[in-house]
């Protein structure tokens, strides 16, 4: 076979979702080879709508810790991630690419999260350009959102951090006047501040010092960076981390094509089960192995959710909150059960428009946003066979703001 059908069929095994493909691809990009070149050329039209969001700060301030959370958030709301782990290549940083890995490593069992750690040294054409390649490779492989993580300073993180969407710089308390040492550098690249260990003390005072010199730099700039407390190793923050990230990849829509219209994608997202008490019912889910890894109390529609992951699916408990919601209503007439089918589309808005110009009876008369950003509408049980059907819009609209 010819090299060039060899990257036509890489190509298509990329986009069908093939993880070793993926490693391959990578392998092929991260080694600078003319096939790697070829293949990112051939990538670069199905790369368009991936977000990149670079994670940069000083040695051990949690980054791995939060990019780790951050894809595990990333997940729950349904985004395929990729992660791509720049480690210095000095010996006595060598260790942190082994943490990494470990680290990593329990999102390695899900598909959804793909883990690249490359070498910072050795990459033609510099860092950056070999991270952008990957970048595209991963882009072009379905995932959704790519989280960047590089560590320190120097003028290759700040390249790299540059060629982000949206950069996320970790600081944490007790770095004193070390702020002020990173102004010069890649203070400017920042989009999001985060003060990472706000478990320990001193939050403040990093915080107070972050906005200090925003405050300096305002005039110039015209533009405030927010910054959100973390603590990487329990998690808290990380909504609010990534609400802030969605902010500036929202403001900066207009820049950018960010989403596809197509109508292709179709897979099965969740199944909705009312159940009339969570608690009591997630034991037998529980018993069959599958953890709660989200809880949410939905107060417009007056619910209690629970998700349950089972491979790319979820089960979602539903709980009404009061007897007069869409839940306390269904359980007060069929009792529980299975409540609706969850099928996740890309370009909720062009099948709304396909289903309804073929006259099937919709039950909602517009795409809504939903928790989390997602977009979804539903079709009534009368043209699907006797179950409530929601359809889910693709997730990159989580980085859109749409409908908001
Ligand atoms: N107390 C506390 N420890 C944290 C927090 N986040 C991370 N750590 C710990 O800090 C250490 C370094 O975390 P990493 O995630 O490896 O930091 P990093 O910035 O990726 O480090 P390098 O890649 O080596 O630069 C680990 O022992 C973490 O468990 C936090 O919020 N609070
Ligand atoms: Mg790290």
Redesign the pocket.
């Known amino acids: 076979m010819s090299e060039s059908g060899d990257i036509e069929e890489m190509v298509e095994r990329l986009r069908a979702g093939e993880v070793r493909a993926l490693a391959r691809a990578v392998s092929l990009v991260e080694d600078g080879s003319l096939v790697g070149m070829e293949l990112v050329k051939a990538c670069r039209q199905y790369a368009g709508d991936a977000l990149r969001i670079g994670v940069t700060?000083p040695?051990?301030?949690?980054?791995?810790?939060l990019v780790d959370q951050m894809a595990k958030w990333l997940r729950q709301e349904g985004q395929t991630v990729g992660v791509v782990a720049v480690d210095p290549s000095s010996p006595y940083?060598g260790g942190?690419l082994l943490?990494?890995r470990i680290?990593m490593q329990d999102l390695s069992g899900d598909a959804g999260v793909y883990v690249r750690s490359m070498a910072s040294r050795g990459a033609k054409g510099g860092l950056a350009a070999a991270v952008e390649d990957v970048c595209v490779v991963m882009a072009a492989a379905g995932r959704q959102v790519i989280l960047i993580?590089t560590?320190g300073v120097g003028q290759d993180e700040v390249e790299v951090a540059g060629l982000a969407d949206v950069t996320v710089l970790v600081l944490v308390p007790g770095m004193g006047d070390e702020v002020q040492s990173l102004k010069a550098g890649v203070m400017e690249v920042a989009d999001v501040f985060v003060v990472?260990?706000s478990?320990?003390e001193g939050a403040e005072r990093v915080e107070a010092e972050i906005l200090a010199m925003q405050g300096l730099a305002a005039d110039e700039k015209e533009r405030v960076a927010p910054v959100v407390r973390?603590?990487?190793?329990s998690g808290a923050g990380v909504s609010e981390l990534m609400a802030a990230v969605r902010g500036c990849a929202a403001e900066r829509r207009g820049r950018k094509r960010w989403r596809k219209t197509s109508v292709d994608g179709l897979r099965l997202d969740h199944l909705g089960v009312a159940v009339r008490n969570i608690d009591a019912a997630r034991s037998f889910y529980e018993a069959l192995g599958i953890r709660v890894d989200h809880e949410e109390t939905v107060e417009h529609e007056k619910v209690r959710t629970a998700m349950l992951p089972v491979g790319e699916s979820r089960i979602e408990l539903l709980e009404a909150t009061e007897e007069d919601s869409v839940i306390g209503r269904f359980l007060a007439k069929r009792g529980e059960g299975l409540h609706h089918v969850a099928i996740r589309v890309d370009g909720v808005d062009a099948m709304f428009e396909r289903l309804r110009s073929q006259g099937v009876r919709l039950a909602s008369d517009e795409v809504r946003a939903g928790a989390g950003g997602h977009r979804y509408f539903f079709v009534h049980p009368s043209s699907t066979g006797g179950v409530l059907v929601e359809i889910v819009g693709d997730a990159a609209g989580w980085a859109t703001g749409e409908g908001e």
Request: aromatic content about 0%; glycine content about 18%.
């Open positions: 700060g040695p051990g301030a949690g980054k791995s810790t940083t942190a943490g990494d680290r993580e560590m990472n260990k478990d320990r973390t603590v990487a190793t």
